[in-house]
């Protein structure tokens, strides 16, 4: 089992910056995959950004391109997301995932609010 604990989400205005955290814990060594997602209300869960573990590979949304950045410190287990130039249409809860073989671990979230 995988424990996914976020946090560094707050209140920012338009064009800022946050930096979200992810550490994992618990039977992290077989994780193929980490990323970050947001689900709108009444909306389905969209996928961020997502790295590949083993080739450090990254992938994007198209709306958070050249915006945000996937990256991890492997001695501290944890993942970020660095978000700049923030806007009014990122405000969410942003969840860390985690990828194993047959199994997918979700952190409690962590609110994002971006001010116009």
């Known amino acids: 089992q995988v424990q996914l604990v976020e946090s560094g989400g707050g209140l920012v205005q338009a064009g800022g910056s946050l930096r979200l955290s992810c550490v994992a814990s618990?039977?992290?060594?077989?994780?193929?995959?980490m990323g970050w997602y947001r689900q709108p209300p009444g909306k389905q869960r969209e996928l961020v950004a997502l790295l590949t573990t083993s080739r450090g590979s990254t992938k994007y949304a198209d709306s958070v391109k050249g915006r945000f950045t996937i990256s991890r410190d492997n001695a501290k287990n944890t993942v970020y997301l660095q978000m700049s130039s923030l806007k009014p249409e990122d405000t969410n809860v942003y969840y860390c995932?985690?990828?194993?073989?047959?199994?997918?671990?979700w952190g409690q979230g962590t609110q994002v609010t971006v001010s116009s």
């Open positions: 995932s985690a990828k194993v073989y047959g199994n997918t671990y």
């Open positions: 618990g039977s992290i060594f077989n994780i193929n995959a």
